[in-house]
């Protein structure tokens, strides 16, 4: 006997519908107070980057000729008219910061879309070409990923020449290597499924099977891996800056900042301690948020 109508529009209204993917990452998401925090902060600096030109107070390359290395505001001897006082050229270090903000954070996210872009690219033609084209590609690899980070980037700038793009450019070779690995083991370890052989049944091109097919499955350790680079490469820029392989003076790079104001290391804290904070607070943001991310794309982390 069939079941009344009534009856089954009661039972669907019963029955809550499953959540979206959005809503399943933001529930997961959300019960990791360190990622929420990590995430807050990510968000007033990009929102401070975004506005450094209306929120600074005074043009970050400005020099006021009577006041040079003064303190914070709210240090003896400060004003309050420059809140974190001035570097050895009377510029405002508040105003500097909030526009170093925009070159780290745009510089970190350039450097970590190259080499996951290139990386990508390779790691998939290593993963579908095999044999002697995998074997010289993961050689090469493995000869850049053995030598120090940091050492690598040295090398490659000394062969391009200092500067803001060339150090974006060591740094992305400095990560490659991660990113195609991590693609090629992801990869080759969906090529043996069902749905990839029914592609290519059903006559599906290499391109395809790559872009299409393969790669939206090997996206969460993408995601985690290059959400911890962002990180790291604002720390490595800031240590080409400092080395001063990276952005060159007058730039508003932390890094850079922090080159400039070592020899003032004794007896003006101020201007070696913000910008190193400002270092500090945005890559703990971004691991913060890794880490946050890694827990609910990881099916073995995530929480319940």
């Known amino acids: 006997m069939a079941a009344a109508p009534g009856s089954l529009r009661e039972r669907d209204r019963s029955e809550p519908e499953p959540p979206g993917p959005l809503a399943d990452f933001w529930h997961h998401f959300r019960r990791n107070r360190g990622a929420l925090v990590g995430l807050a902060v990510l968000a007033v600096l990009v929102l401070v980057a975004l506005l450094a030109d209306v929120l600074a107070p005074h043009p970050p390359d400005l020099q006021y000729r009577d006041s040079l290395l003064l303190p914070p505001a709210f240090q003896e001897g400060g004003r309050i008219t420059f809140l974190l006082g001035t570097d050895a050229l009377g510029r405002d270090i508040f105003s500097r910061i909030l526009h170093g903000a925009r070159y780290s954070l745009a510089i970190g996210v350039l450097v970590i879309l190259l080499a996951l872009v290139a990386g990508i690219g390779i790691g998939l033609v290593a993963a579908f070409a095999g044999g002697v084209v995998d074997t010289l590609v993961m050689r090469l690899m493995d000869v850049l ?102 952005a060159q003076p007058p730039t ?53």
């Open 145 to 246: 990923i053995a030598m120090p980070g940091l050492l690598l980037a040295l090398v490659v700038v000394a062969l391009v020449g200092p500067g803001l793009f060339n150090a974006m450019f060591a740094i992305a070779v400095v990560y490659l290597p991660h990113f195609v690995r991590l693609t090629r083991a992801a990869a080759m370890a969906e090529l043996g499924r069902d749905y990839v052989t029914a592609s290519r049944m059903a006559g599906a091109g290499v391109l395809r099977l790559m872009f299409v097919t393969v790669l939206p499955n090997c996206t969460p350790p993408l995601i985690v891996q290059a959400t911890l680079g962002f990180s790291t490469a604002v720390l490595d820029m800031a240590a080409l800056g400092f080395l001063g392989m990276g």
């Open 252 to 304: 508003p790079e932390w890094g850079t900042m922090l080159a400039d104001a070592r020899e003032f290391i004794l007896r003006a804290w101020w201007v070696v301690t913000m910008p190193g904070l400002a270092i500090l607070v945005t890559v703990l943001a971004i691991n913060l948020v890794g880490d946050g991310l890694r827990d609910v794309l990881d099916p073995r982390l995530r929480m319940t």
